[in-house]
T-cell receptor
Framework: GENVEQHPSTLSVQEGDSAVIKCTYSDSASNYFPWYKQELGKGPQLIIDIRSNVGEKKDQRIAVTLNKTAKHFSLHITETQPEDSAVYFCAASRNTGNQFYFGTGTSLTVIP | SAVISQKPSRDICQRGTSLTIQCQVDSQVTMMFWYRQQPGQSLTLIATANQGSEATYESGFVIDKFPISRPNLTFSTLTVSNMSPEDSSIYLC??????????FGSGTRLTVV
């Protein structure tokens, strides 16, 4: 089955700096890679996703890059704000209708 | 996204008892899933709730411990049976819909004492 690894497990950045979270996956058949943000006491919320037919996707301050050859994908948050503080999970699946395999999560703290 | 109502939001239960968690969606969805998130950990899929038939369980999870019902396209329940402190976790309902993709509920925080 799929194995998703996520690094780092914790990340602290100063407000305004950039944050990067990286994930690797093992199943070359995986083709859908979402990122979720989980705030304290809430369920994970989808913030951005990418499919294997593109290498990069951007939505305002958030971007995701995918390297299919190396089987890794990354979340980039620019101009971080305190409200970006949360736990972020990456995931991989063969398509949106199949089981998601989640990374172990990254606890991001943005220091004002 | 699809709006998911998950109840209860939290509960404290005695060991040996059972708790049923409800998941109600505001629109018909293709698939419904139940996840467990242990403290500080990632999300682990318990099972896929199938409408009108037995749920499909992942390795390490069994029907006797986690019976699941899905009587229609918008509702499912997960029961945590004969609870022990090791069952203390957040239990999350998630759904897949054609219109809104993959959405999570806000979770049920269970503490077993």
């Amino acid at each position: 089955g799929e194995n998703v690894e996520q690094h780092p497990s914790t990340l602290s950045v100063q407000e305004g700096d950039s944050a990067v979270i990286k994930c690797t996956y093992s199943d070359s058949a995986s083709n859908y890679f979402p990122w979720y943000k989980q705030e304290l006491g809430k369920g994970p919320q989808l913030i951005i996703d990418i499919r294997s037919n593109v290498g990069e996707k951007k939505d305002q301050r958030i971007a995701v890059t995918l390297n299919k050859t190396a089987k890794h994908f990354s979340l980039h948050i620019t101009e971080t704000q305190p409200e970006d503080s949360a736990v972020y999970f990456c995931a991989a699946s063969r398509n949106t209708g199949n089981q998601f395999y989640f990374g172990t999560g990254t606890s991001l703290t943005v220091i004002p | 996204s699809a709006v998911i109502s998950q109840k209860p939001s939290r509960d404290i239960c005695q060991r040996g008892t059972s708790l049923t968690i409800q998941c109600q969606v505001d629109s018909q969805v293709t698939m419904m899933f139940w996840y467990r998130q242990q403290p500080g950990q990632s999300l682990t899929l318990i099972a896929t709730a199938n409408q009108g038939s037995e749920a499909t369980y992942e390795s390490g999870f069994v029907i006797d411990k986690f019976p699941i019902s899905r009587p229609n396209l918008t509702f499912s329940t997960l029961t945590v049976s004969n609870m022990s402190p090791e069952d203390s976790s957040i239990y999350l309902c998630s759904v897949l819909s054609v219109n809104y993709g993959y959405t999570f509920g806000s979770g049920t925080r269970l503490t077993v004492v």
